[in-house]
């Protein structure tokens, strides 16, 4: 059974960082491309940062480029998504994905990823 478990949502102030992490199993974890994604309420959920777990290739968006940092352990399979200088327009339900392709060629996008877990709440105050 495929699973894509997020942790590491929180509260925190304008400013702070939190660290999420997306265990996967139930797959070939380094033949994947791993997505983190966001949905602000009222919003449509957005795509991130994503990285390919057999070249290490990633990309972020403009939002948060020099201020998040994807990275994944495959000893673990586990994805990491570091956010630093966080700010209230960060808050949303983050959700990690796999795309089976595993290639990364930019922005990741919804359709292109097969598997999703159930989120983590990431709130930020000012």
């Known amino acids: 059974e495929v699973q894509l478990v997020e942790s590491g949502g929180g509260l925190v102030q304008a400013g702070g960082s939190l660290r999420l992490s997306c265990a996967a199993s139930g797959f070939t974890f380094d033949d994947y491309a791993i997505g983190w994604f966001r949905q602000a309420p009222g919003k449509e959920r957005e795509g991130v940062a994503c990285?390919?777990?057999?070249?290490?290739?990633?990309y972020y968006d403009d939002s948060v480029k020099g201020r998040f940092t994807i990275s994944s352990d495959n000893a673990k399979n586990t994805v990491y998504l570091q956010m630093n200088s966080l700010k209230p327009e960060d808050t949303a339900v983050y959700y990690c994905a796999a795309d089976k392709t595993g290639v990364v060629a930019g922005m990741p996008l919804e359709w292109e990823y097969e598997y999703w877990g159930q989120g983590t709440q990431v709130t930020v105050s000012t």
């Open positions: 990285i390919s777990s057999s070249t290490y290739s990633t």
